[in-house]
């Protein structure tokens, strides 16, 4: 007999499914002139949250605030539903926001550059959102952080969310504090440990969650690989262990040029190059790795019924709606002219 531990958490999730946007209303705001996209947003889902934020906020922060209020609310929802064996696997898939949000404040403070908390993102020196809130760490969390006096201070502050062991080496001495590419190495390290050890083999059907968590660690080990080869330099103590990509391959792989790197990979990125090579846009490794990833276990996660994957497969699905929307706003607003792949529809 099935257990029946997510069977309660599935007839939720199958309700959330619901509230994401339909293809057909991404396409409409993609075909939407910059005048007409916050109203075509209006229509769906989101319109509570641009109700919520209209009135404080002006173009095109509104989008980004209303965007990831969105996101939050969603996540917050499914991790409320969530069984503790599956909430444990979301909330350190999660944790992704603020190693990013944390990376982003220790290397502004560093540099001497003003961090500011809105209502729902982070910005450097009062610019361009750069940092997007998040569903485990509140905005208080983050004010108090910013506001130590040294990367070595918010070293210490971030010990009492459980990042003691990660960041302990470097607490004690300001030198090691100031070195801020190995305190993110450090932090990439920590994320993806926790999120495997997250990961326990109740049902026995977890083995693509196990197998997409290493996906992602081929993605960071990937992309450190290709910026290490424009930059000219050895990605050697850069790469994390865990993926299905051996570090080891990766390292002899990485001593070609980016072509012959690209063409020894198991994932299709010659359209990628194609635009790379055009315009020197190299996010666009990022999201077709993404892309190739997410159509790869999305469909096995969506078909999973009463499973941790089917409630994993909610959070990525919503995330990928919250790109989507940003990134359609932010093009038609700065009007970018250099083309990014498309990552996809989650479900």
């Keep these: 007999m099935m257990d029946s531990t997510y069977a309660g958490a599935y007839g939720y999730m199958k309700v959330l499914y619901t509230e994401l946007l339909k293809k057909e209303e991404l396409v409409s705001l993609e075909s939407a002139e910059i005048k007409d996209f916050i109203s075509r947003l209006g229509t769906t889902i989101y319109k509570e949250d641009l109700d919520r934020f209209y009135s404080m906020y002006k173009e095109p922060d509104i989008i980004d605030i209303a965007v990831n209020a969105h996101f939050v609310r969603m996540c ?6 969530l ?5 444990e696997v979301i909330r350190a898939y999660l944790r992704k926001i603020d190693i990013q949000n944390i990376k982003l404040v220790l290397s502004a403070k560093s540099l001497g550059k003003e961090v500011e908390v809105k209502d729902y993102f982070l910005t450097v020196d009062s610019g361009f959102p750069v940092g997007s809130s998040s569903p485990l760490l509140s905005n208080e969390d983050y004010v108090n952080l910013i506001n130590q006096k040294s990367v070595q201070d918010m070293i210490s502050y971030l010990t009492r969310f459980g990042y003691s062991s990660s960041l302990l080496k470097f607490s ?3 030198e090691s504090s100031h070195n801020i590419r190995s305190i993110s190495l450090a932090l990439d390290i ?3 440990d926790r999120l ?4 326990k083999f109740y049902n026995g059907d977890e083995g693509p969650v196990l197998r997409f968590i ?9 992309m450190t690989v290709i910026k290490a080869i424009e930059l000219g330099v050895s990605p050697a103590d850069l790469l994390i262990d865990g993926g299905n990509i051996s570090k080891d391959q990766l390292l002899e792989e990485s001593k070609r040029n980016l072509e012959g790197f690209i063409n020894k990979l198991p994932f299709d990125l010659k359209d990628a190059l194609a635009l790379y090579n055009k315009d020197g846009l190299i996010a666009n490794f990022e999201i077709e790795l993404k892309r190739q990833i997410y159509s790869r276990y999305l469909s096995v996660f969506r078909g999973s019924s009463l499973s941790l994957g089917n409630l994993l497969g909610f959070v990525i699905s919503a995330e990928i709606e919250k790109d989507s929307v940003r990134l359609g706003w932010f093009k038609k607003y700065y009007k970018l002219e250099k083309e990014v792949i498309d990552i996809g529809y989650g479900i």
């Design 83 to 87: 069984p503790p064996i599956g909430r």
């Design 172 to 174: 004690v001495s300001s």
């Design 196 to 199: 495997k050890k997250s990961l």
């Design 190 to 192: 920590d994320y993806y």
């Design 76 to 81: 917050t929802k499914a991790m409320v539903l």
């Design 214 to 222: 290493q996906s992602l660690i081929d993605l960071r080990n990937i």
